[in-house]
């Protein structure tokens, strides 16, 4: 299963074209339960998570989760150690984690966490747990990815001002403000619902402590009722992200003049604006040479 997820992942085109062939092999699956897990550092998802998965393994449930971490800008590296903080779930014979780097893909996923996921579902897990990298309000491809999108929240840490914008709140289809016990929940989940009103949603919020278990029995039952699953129109983002890909690598491999102009930016030789002219003039030369 691992080798298998690498090759899914790899950006190499050997490794992409031997990738279509394994899921041309294996053939259709059944769709998934897929659930995303989004929210700040430090807020508690990967405490969530865990006795989410301990839930449904309970109920004979086979289940992935993906962890995607963020991707140094600067080094290239990514620490990828979320199945450290799963410890009771990372030793279950029915739970499956692989950490996943998020490259240099925005959005709160990687390039191929749709890939991954079509590969677990081949593989038979019953339930997918897809945990963003928890950066905030850019996160909403996973939206268009899973079937519930969860945002764990912080009691009186500044969530409920994130709740009054737009982005991943519109998204979102049930929200849990974490770390009840320690007090200072019931208002944030109160500015929440208000948040969310604003925007005319009917959004649950719930106060939970996933240490001590308080209101987590609500979490499973609200889990298992909501769902913004959107079929074909999902498809069809990621189909999208994947021919700008395409077309921007078929471009980089074509023009002779782009590998140029990227080193006249990136050393400071040319600005922005005096680049997008000659950028304009390579599109135009390369779509000539279609």
């Known amino acids: 299963m691992a080798r298998a997820l690498t090759l899914v992942e790899s950006s190499q085109p050997d490794h992409q074209r031997r990738s279509l062939e394994l899921f041309e092999a294996l053939g259709p699956a059944r769709r998934a339960y897929r659930l995303g897990v989004t929210g700040p550092p430090g807020a508690g998802k990967s405490t969530i998570i865990e006795q989410i998965v301990l839930n449904w393994v309970e109920q004979g449930c086979k289940v992935a989760v993906l962890a995607i971490d963020p991707t140094s800008q600067r080094t290239g590296g990514s620490l990828l150690g979320d199945k450290t903080r799963m410890g009771e779930i990372a030793r279950h014979p029915d739970v499956f984690i692989r950490p996943s780097p998020t490259g240099d893909?925005?959005?709160?996923l990687g390039k191929r966490t749709p890939l991954m996921c079509a590969l677990l579902e081949r593989a038979g897990f019953d339930r997918i747990v897809v945990e963003t990298v928890g950066v905030g309000q850019?996160?909403?491809?996973?939206?268009?990815?899973?079937?519930?999108?969860?945002?764990?929240?912080?009691?009186?840490?500044?969530?409920?001002?994130?709740?009054?914008?737009?982005?991943?709140?519109?998204e979102v289809d049930l929200v849990a403000v974490n770390k009840a016990d320690l007090g200072g929940a019931k208002a944030s989940v109160a500015v929440l619902r208000s948040a969310l009103r604003v925007f005319r949603r009917e959004v649950s919020v719930?106060?939970?402590?996933?240490?001590?278990?308080?209101?987590?029995?609500?979490?499973?039952?609200?889990?298992?009722e909501a769902s913004s699953a959107s079929g074909s129109l999902s498809e069809f983002y990621f189909l999208q992200q994947f021919l700008v890909e395409a077309l921007t690598r078929e471009f980089v491999g074509q023009s002779s003049g782009w590998?140029?102009?990227?080193?006249?930016?990136?050393?400071?030789?040319?600005?922005?604006?005096?680049?997008?002219?000659?950028?304009?003039?390579?599109?135009?030369?390369?779509?000539?040479?279609?």
């Open 138 to 170: 850019s996160e909403v491809s996973a939206s268009h990815l899973v079937d519930c999108l969860l945002l764990v929240a912080l009691p009186g840490a500044g969530d409920e001002v994130q709740g009054l914008k737009r982005g991943l709140m519109e």
């Open 259 to 290: 590998s140029e102009l990227r080193e006249k930016v990136q050393s400071g030789e040319m600005d922005l604006l005096q680049a997008l002219p000659r950028l304009e003039k390579l599109v135009s030369e390369f779509r000539v040479g279609l």
């Open 105 to 108: 893909h925005l959005g709160g």
């Open 206 to 224: 719930l106060a939970v402590s996933a240490q001590t278990g308080e209101g987590m029995e609500a979490l499973y039952q609200a889990l298992e």
